[in-house]
């Protein structure tokens, strides 16, 4: 008999979905087949030479190996808010308005263990990064699904939200540009949530890990270009996808000073920030020359036109995002259950995708891409979907 039984809070959760995808797919690699994953939203390029040549010169003085500043070193802070104010105009305060984080998901999980109590509300778009639920069911509240719809251009209808909800409601969560649909919302839009939080009294959570994966000339806002955010706001951002530094675990979350700072004491409790070389590497990538991004989201760029043009040759309804690493396509109409078409792709072509329900309930029906992938290897996948489609 097992005595030892876990905390109800946990007991009911099961493994991260790609925890699980990860097993299946070193057995079939087993078997000898031939891998492509389209799956995580992982950047499979590097950091820039720069980049690593900061993180290794400090990794090789003997004075920054001890423990870090909690909440970030200054100038990392500063780096932060130097970032914030070049590219959207935003002045923070450094050492009040901006956080550190182990990589933002961790932030992200963790604000609502700082914000929530058992029976106040959290707003959760679906689909949505699952770290949004997760975190709230971890903290004892209550979840309020906001169904974000291709006819609503996959933004929350705000005023859909009944009044009983809204007055037990402690958290709005916004991610643009979006994970998993890649949508992205106007400054207007953002100008309306920060009026509707105002009204009802809650925090919006904006995550905004995407902000510089843009094409066509897209530009995409912070929600703390909004007057009156800095009352009612904080967003997370993170170095894993603009900088390509997935790994480094590098994060911030910026706004409102009174959060900042009850996360910030939280994680004082729990984690001894991070590694100052890679604090010092990441002050260089937010500080430096830019130029190199937009030559990286070219090649997203051309990865994203190949995932659409071969999607849609395949029977699938998808529009090219404007934004983030992402394509998000609607199963051909004679297709309804996402996890069972992903399942049958990768055991018959060997590429994975991921289901769009792994988001939501209003994820099925879709599935999600990653441009995460050499461009051969995206190439490649999308030809054997394509014929493996029209044998199906």
Not at 10 to 17: H, L, N, Q, V
Not at 351 to 368: A, C, D, M, Q
Request: glycine letters at 8%; aromatic letters at 10%.
């Amino acid at each position: 008999m097992n005595y030892i039984q876990p905390a109800n809070r946990i007991a009911g959760f099961k493994p991260y979905f790609f925890a699980a995808l990860n097993q299946k797919i070193n057995e079939l690699k087993k078997k000898g087949i031939s891998i492509i994953r389209l799956d995580m939203g992982s950047p499979d390029l590097p950091p820039t030479d720069e980049i690593i040549d900061v993180m290794v010169k400090n990794a090789r003085d003997p004075h920054q190996h001890g423990y870090s500043a909690i909440g970030g070193t200054p100038q990392f802070r500063q780096a932060c808010a130097d970032y914030y104010l070049k590219r959207f105009g935003v002045k923070l305060d450094p050492a009040r308005e901006v956080l550190a984080l182990v990589g933002s998901k961790e932030g992200v999980f963790n604000l609502s263990q700082v914000i929530l109590n058992p029976g106040d509300i959290s707003l959760v778009p679906d689909p949505c990064y699952p770290a949004y639920r997760e975190g709230g069911r971890i903290a004892g509240a209550e979840l309020y699904e906001m169904p974000l719809l291709p006819e609503n251009g996959f933004l929350p209808d705000l005023n859909a939200i009944p009044d009983a909800v809204l007055e037990k409601a402690k958290i709005l969560w916004l991610n643009y540009p979006n994970n998993p649909t890649g949508a992205v919302a106007p400054l207007s839009f953002f100008e309306k949530a920060v009026r509707f939080a105002h009204e009802h009294k809650i925090l919006i959570a904006h995550d905004a890990p995407y902000v510089d994966i843009c094409f066509g000339g897209y530009v995409a806002p912070s929600i703390l270009q909004v007057d009156g955010s800095r009352e009612v706001a904080v967003e997370f951002n993170s170095l894993s996808k603009t900088y390509n530094m997935a790994g480094w675990r590098i994060g911030m979350m910026v706004g409102n000073a009174d959060v900042v700072g009850y996360l910030n004491t939280y994680k004082s409790q729990m984690d001894s920030s991070q590694f100052n070389p890679l604090l010092a590497a990441g002050i260089h990538a937010l500080t430096s020359d830019q130029e190199w991004i937009q030559e990286r989201n070219d090649i997203y760029l051309e990865r994203r036109d190949i995932v659409v043009k071969g999607l849609q040759a395949s029977g699938f309804t998808v529009e090219a995002p404007s934004a983030a690493i992402y394509v998000w396509a609607r199963l051909p109409r004679n297709i309804t259950d996402s996890t069972a078409f992903c399942d049958r792709l990768l055991e018959e072509t060997g590429v994975s995708l991921t289901p769009g329900v792994v988001y939501g309930k209003h994820g099925e029906g879709f599935i999600r891409i990653s441009l995460g992938t050499a461009t051969v290897d995206v190439k490649n996948a999308l030809d054997r979907i394509q014929a493996w489609m029209k044998k199906a």
